[in-house]
């Protein structure tokens, strides 16, 4: 059963960073691609941010500029930094992997933008 592990969460003050980081329990060479999403009370959860398996990437236009999504293929993890954080980025951020067959979730971990 592949694991997601979500770590880097906390509490960052409007306009600081904060580095996300999510482990695999397997290659990431298995997965067609990897990438962030985060649910906000009461909203729907919503893509953050996804890198395919040959290194392109996309965003939301939200976070655009802002957030940058990598992967370290030694490591087998995907990381989020996220800079110039904004109290509307407060949520639970998910780390999600697929592949042709499977989708895969983490637990999330919890970012608060807040002063």
């Known amino acids: 059963q592949v694991q997601l592990v979500e770590s880097g969460g906390g509490l960052v003050q409007p306009g600081g960073s904060l580095k996300l980081s999510c482990a695999a329990s397997?290659?990431?060479?298995?997965?067609?691609?990897m990438g962030w999403y985060r649910q906000a009370p009461g909203k729907e959860r919503e893509l953050v941010a996804r890198?395919?398996?040959?290194?392109?990437?996309n965003y939301a236009d939200s976070v655009k500029g802002r957030f940058t999504i990598s992967r370290d293929n030694t490591k087998n993890t995907v990381d989020l930094q996220m800079n110039s954080l904004k109290p509307e980025d407060t949520a639970v951020y998910y780390c999600d992997a697929f592949t042709l067959w499977e989708h895969y979730w983490g637990k999330g971990t919890l970012v608060t933008v807040s002063s």
């Open positions: 397997t290659s990431i060479f298995n997965f067609n691609a």
């Open positions: 890198i395919l398996s040959g290194g392109s990437t």
